[in-house]
């Protein structure tokens, strides 16, 4: 029965001073991981965004330049001139990514406001952080189990 105590003293120390760095190092791994999240998920929302407005834009822009009401030889040119100045002009590229970016990385960071919130409290309170750090921890374990190595999720089925 000596091993009891021995646990119970183990916890006593670890619950001090070990726990509350535990808990900040936590606290800014899980910060650092959301930002970095959303600044990928942001970045591949700009690329996709752009890529799709960049198609609707192109054919809508080509249907028009391609259809004519009357034969005209100087609307003709003129619409090709349009047509052509349209497809140089890039400053749609930025206007694109930047709302794809801005969405991805503002989802992002909406989706991850429990853990920012329990981050911010493991690095602002002592014993409210070391309970946040805790629970932090449990998150990160059930991403490990859960989400990295597949425990607890439905297996698919073999059919022969």
Known sequence: MAVIPAIISGAKKFAGKPMGIASKALAIATTASVIYDAHINGRERSYSLDEISTADRYYNQYKQYMTMEKESATIAKMKKWWFNLQQSFSYYHIIS????????????????????????????????GKIAGTLLAADGLKTLLYDVIGIGTKKAERKY
Do not use: D
């Open 97 to 128: 990514r930047t709302k794809g970016y801005l969405s991805g990385f503002g989802e992002t960071i909406i989706n991850s406001l429990p853990l920012i919130g329990l981050s911010a409290v493991a690095l602002k309170f002592k014993t409210a």
